[in-house]
């Protein structure tokens, strides 16, 4: 079984620019969650899907964050503009349901210059 | 909303040494889960544990849900063990501790 599958592994932009991650999640599971790991600091939630509704996005920057989850499977997150805080590892995780194991992508790490 | 704690915060063994982590939560939780990320940032899965023991070679894991901790023990420590260790718990959504980054020397 394959596991939680993210695109790109790294990315350079400049501030200002747009940027967009991918990510798959493990088939089957309805649960997608888009975290944000800065250096040092445990993984801090970003927006969580249930198939394709967005049932929590409180921690979400929407001013310049943006996420879908077309036909709740792919899930895309992007940013415009980038800004040099945003620096930082998004990670994609997905699970069958909350109360089940989650497991997480290797991780897009971002740099903004 | 509910709090996760791990303790210590940083820990350095010696290869061969045994060592016990900590996870506290504020509040009643569905899930408990522990991983382990290493120096490349992979998030990996060592245990699912809601409640009770389970064991996977050197490690294991013991959930108290009504006292709401964790413990992860990991023996016969290995250079390979080295990286940050985190907690994350599901009252409604995944949330994670601070972690215990673990540094094993031969």
């Known amino acids: 079984e394959a596991g939680v599958v993210q695109s790109p592994r790294y990315k350079i932009i400049e501030k200002k620019q747009p940027v967009a991650f991918w990510c798959n999640p493990i088939?089957?599971?309805?649960?997608l969650y888009w975290y944000l790991q800065n250096l040092g600091q445990g993984p801090e939630l970003l927006i969580r899907?249930?198939?394709?509704?967005?049932?929590?996005d409180s921690q979400l920057p929407k001013d310049r964050f943006s996420a879908e989850r077309l036909k709740g499977v792919d899930s895309t997150l992007k940013i415009q503009p980038a800004e040099l805080g945003d620096s930082a590892v998004y990670l994609c995780?997905?699970?069958?349901?909350?109360?089940?194991?989650?497991?997480f992508g290797q991780g897009t790490r971002l740099t903004v210059v | 909303g509910i709090q996760v704690e791990q303790s210590p915060p940083d820990l350095i063994l010696q290869e061969g040494a045994n060592s016990t982590l900590r996870c506290n939560f504020s509040?009643?939780?569905?899930?408990l889960q522990w991983f382990h990320q290493n120096p490349w940032g992979q998030l990996i899965n060592l245990f699912y544990?809601?409640?009770g023991t389970k064991q996977n070679g050197r490690l294991s894991a013991t959930t108290v849900a009504t006292e709401r901790y964790s413990l992860l023990y990991i023996s016969s420590s290995q250079t390979t063990d080295s990286g940050v260790y985190f907690c994350?718990?599901?009252?409604?959504?995944?949330?994670f501790g601070t972690g215990t980054r673990l540094q094993v020397f031969p």
């Open positions: 899907y249930e198939n394709e509704e967005a049932v929590d």
């Open positions: 088939s089957g599971h309805n649960t």
């Open positions: 995780a997905s699970c069958r349901t909350p109360n089940t194991e989650a497991f």
């Open positions: 544990i809601p409640s």
């Open positions: 994350a718990v599901v009252p409604d959504k995944l949330i």
């Open positions: 509040d009643s939780v569905n899930n």
